[in-house]
């Protein structure tokens, strides 16, 4: 399995940048795919997942300014992430859980400034 992230960048607060993922070596349609981030020294975090039947779940912090989809046509989830404040710089990355296992894309930098 493999997954690629593309998207990253640097951002003015208030901007915004769209992160995509496409998987390969997997069925995707029964697979659920979220994004996570980590600052170096912390604990990785979710931030968004949306499962194989479209239930999506966010962090408190991301509600009303990101938004997960997928594309099951393209094997490829994607986060919009609006009104990027300096607090979301971290990197992002990539999950997907298809049935009996987990896989980690590389991570893609996200850095606002202020």
């Known amino acids: 399995v493999q997954l690629q992230a593309f998207g990253g960048g640097l951002v003015q607060a208030g901007g915004s940048l769209r992160l995509s993922c496409t998987a390969s070596?997997?069925?995707?349609?029964?697979?659920?795919m979220g994004w996570y981030r980590q600052v170096p020294g912390k604990q990785r975090e979710a931030v968004a997942s949306?499962?194989?039947?479209?239930?999506?779940k966010y962090i408190d912090s991301a509600k009303g300014r990101f938004t997960i989809s997928r594309d099951n046509a393209k094997n490829t989830v994607y986060l919009q992430m609006n009104d990027l404040k300096p607090e979301d710089t971290d990197v992002y990355y990539c999950?997907?859980?298809?049935?009996?296992?987990?896989?980690w894309g590389q991570g893609t930098q996200v850095t606002v400034s202020s």
């Open positions: 999950n997907a859980y298809p049935p009996g296992g987990g896989y």
């Open positions: 070596g997997m069925v995707f349609d029964v697979a659920g």
């Open positions: 949306i499962a194989y039947d479209g239930t999506i």
